[in-house]
């Protein structure tokens, strides 16, 4: 009968036991371990050239958009100075063709005007000719005139036509010129094409040469490696250095299927950090990966291995500069 009492009693006691767990840990507020990262950007070369300085190193802050490291630029700049010769040579030859096409354009005009002018002219003499011919030669059949009289008119009336013909032959060699004209013209719209087309070759080697300037981004950084020195050989997409924003940082965590549902982009939560114990400070939810994945292996139980969850980044508010990556810390949801 004793041991048969006994029974109940360490059952109702594991009981209180496990309910008492189970109230504490449904009080105790939600968290998931991470650790403290940053966006961190390498810096690369996109040219061939060796490196002449790097002007930041490890650790030094770098202002926006400063000139981290300098290449050598002697190939690529003298394929500009070769360039722009070019470009003096060809704007010589335009304007010396423009002046030629305006000179032989005028020159021309002013022919052509005066060639049909005088073919005008030789048209009325031969046509006045004809007609005193026609006349004479009336007279001469009535007597009133003499034959010498109508050979004379006829040799003036030949002159005539040969004046009109010569006239004609002046005015259409005028009027030939203006193929030259445009001949020149064409020569000129030729030279003009290779000067655009000079002038964007230019272009081009003036951007390259911006490349052999490596710059920071366009926010305040801090170097955290360099991966080449002066005097080493810079490919395309040679790492030059790695800088970090020291205001951009955040706390990477992995939320259970069943938990997600909590979260939202834009919802702020609680940090406390093992290096500032009991202390929080605010942080926002700015990523939440869209398919799960089973849990990374530097979780420590295999019990939450076993698990998918999603990854999440925490954007830290407040205190960054402070916080140095791979701190570990606790994010609460409910801040």
Known sequence: MQRTILIPIVLLAAAAAGGGWYLRRDRAPLHYTGF?????RVLRSEVSARVLEVTYAEGQPVPPGEAVARLDDQDIQARINSKQAELSVLDAELHTQTERIELVSSTWQRDVSARTADLRQAESAADLAERTLVREDGLVKTGASTAQQLDDIRARRD???SALDRAHELLAKAKAEERNIALARHELTTLQERRDLAMAQLGELQVTLSKYVIRAPAAASVVQTQFIWPGELAQPGSAILSVLDPTDKYVQVYI???DVGRLHIGQRVALELD???GERVAGEVSFIADKANF???KIETRSDRMGQVYRVKVRILEGVERLQPGTEGN?????
């Open 159 to 161: 002159q005539a036509r």
């Open 331 to 335: 994010v609460y949801l409910d801040s």
């Open 275 to 277: 290096s500032r114990p």
């Open 295 to 297: 849990t990374p292996e």
């Open 256 to 258: 259970p299927v069943v």
């Open 36 to 40: 403290v990262e940053g966006e961190e």
